[in-house]
């Protein structure tokens, strides 16, 4: 059977000065304070660094025959941080930005589900208006997909862990309960369970399931991160070429960026 190409992104955070933002949107260097303009630069930076890398996955991976756009799309209001880490605070604006990202892949068959209520609307759902916008085949909060045989089940949520040896836990307790909705035949059995929204890359396989918690397309820098959280963050997507059931060929793509590497203060 001819492999079929899937593409698996998630929690762009358009709109954050961190989320993935294409050049229309990208913030400007400017001449303020010298602590003021070290602050804005390092966005600057940033911005330019995450999409350049997105651009450059896309040249090499295209062409696809289904993107899955796995939630958090736009970052929101921001009401936690008063607005201070967004580019724009308009929603529209926000979705926008996340159309152009999407509709970069040029993909035939485009996948989505809705992410977190913070982010992208609570009872708006932000995100239709992305899904109608780039032609999407659907958006649920849960979807299963048939690629040759393989069914995916897709869901934004994923509970994390606060320590590194559980990370796969919440992941691989979802596949269990698919086996369980299966077996009473109110879900499809699953072959690969696909969740995203801790910003953080984990894959397990076995001889019964498999599954994985997408990387982010969000780099380091929300105040709610460094502040609050100790774990890791994976910058990324995960896409692979699909024959059959069990006949896949994984391919995970996490990138370092050297502007996101904390230094010591030497004194």
């Known amino acids: 059977m001819k492999a079929k190409r899937v593409v698996i992104i998630s929690d762009l955070h358009c709109g954050h000065v961190a989320g993935l933002t294409p050049p229309g949107w ?22 330019r660094a995450l999409w350049d890398k997105y651009v450059q996955l896309i040249r090499r991976i295209r062409p696809i025959d289904l993107l899955v756009v796995n939630g958090d799309c736009i ?24 159309v152009k990202c999407i509709r970069r892949w040029n993909a035939p068959k485009i996948i989505m589900t809705f992410g977190t209520d913070y982010h992208v609307g609570s009872g708006e759902d932000y995100e239709e208006i992305i ?31 606060s320590v590194p040896h559980a990370s796969g836990t919440a992941v691989m307790r979802d596949a269990l309960w698919n086996s369980l909705w299966a077996e009473k035949q109110e879900q499809p059995k699953a072959d690969m369970i696909v969740r995203s929204h801790i910003h953080q890359y984990f ?18 820098g929300s105040r709610y991160g460094s502040r609050r959280m100790s774990k ?24 370092r960026f050297h502007e996101q590497s904390a230094k010591a203060i030497k004194i």
């Open 75 to 98: 970052d929101g209001r921001g009401e936690k941080s008063a607005g201070v880490e967004l580019i724009t605070t308009n929603r529209n604006e926000q979705c926008n930005m996340a």
């Open 26 to 47: 990208q913030l400007q260097p400017i001449k303020t304070t010298k602590e003021e303009m070290g602050k804005h630069k390092k966005w600057v930076k940033l911005e």
């Open 232 to 255: 890791r963050v994976d910058w990324g997507l995960f896409w692979m070429d699909v024959r059959g059931k069990y006949d896949y060929d994984p391919h995970p793509e996490i990138t």
């Open 203 to 220: 894959r397990f396989e076995t001889a019964i399931w498999s599954g994985l918690i997408t990387p982010a397309l969000q780099g380091m």
């Open 131 to 161: 899904a109608e916008t780039v032609g999407a085949d659907k958006i649920g909060a849960h979807e299963w997909v048939n690629v040759n045989g393989m069914i995916l089940d897709l869901k934004h949520h994923i509970n994390s862990s």
